[in-house]
């Protein structure tokens, strides 16, 4: 009887016996939920960068790869590598052959590589500037610029 009225007295009070209402508990899902989706919506934008990054250093890599073998052509007073010849375009589509190469089986697929020379810094003709331009082919449209690395050589 004493149990009883112990009983009543905490129910009559607002005094629970414990749990969860079920308010509550919906509210803990839906907190637990959106950390959830936030953390899938997180995952799939650093899976997009992380894929923009490693074409973006392929992409660098080719452009520097190439402006490593241009600055080893031969360019003196009697022979001129028809590579580092006056022309060309940093567009590959209108660059000449001489001024261009295609590099297939990197890890960002197949790459368009363009270059455009142009006389100068100096005005003695003994220097030329190179802009060279690698773009993957069929590029998405965030990385359809590609990558373009400028360098200066001198007559040897």
């Known amino acids: 009887m004493i149990k009883d009225r112990l009983i009543s007295?905490?129910?009559?009070?607002?005094?629970?016996?414990g749990g969860f209402s079920l308010i509550e508990l919906m509210i803990a899902v839906a907190?637990?939920?959106?950390?959830?989706?936030?953390?899938?919506?997180?995952?799939?934008?650093?899976?997009?960068a992380n894929s923009t990054s490693n074409t973006?250093?392929?992409?660098?890599?080719?452009?520097?790869?190439?402006a490593d073998k241009l600055g080893l052509a031969v360019w003196d007073q009697v022979t001129e590598d028809s590579a580092i010849t006056v022309g060309g375009d940093v567009s590959f589509?209108?660059?000449?052959?001489?001024?261009r190469t295609t590099i297939?089986?990197?890890?960002?697929?197949?790459?368009?590589?363009?270059?455009?020379?142009?006389?100068?810094?100096?005005?003695?003709?003994?220097?030329?500037?190179?802009?060279?331009?690698?773009?993957?082919?069929?590029?998405?449209?965030?990385?359809?610029?590609?990558v373009t690395v400028s360098m200066i050589i001198c007559q040897n």
């Open 31 to 48: 907190v637990i939920v959106t950390g959830l989706v936030s953390i899938a919506a997180m995952s799939a934008w650093v899976s997009r």
């Open 93 to 99: 589509n209108t660059s000449d052959t001489n001024h």
């Open 9 to 17: 007295t905490r129910l009559h009070a607002g005094i629970s016996e």
């Open 56 to 66: 973006i250093s392929v992409l660098a890599t080719s452009a520097q790869g190439q």
């Open 104 to 146: 297939t089986d990197t890890p960002a697929g197949t790459l368009n590589v363009s270059w455009k020379v142009v006389a100068g810094p100096s005005a003695t003709g003994d220097m030329r500037t190179i802009t060279i331009n690698a773009v993957q082919v069929n590029a998405p449209a965030r990385l359809a610029n590609g």
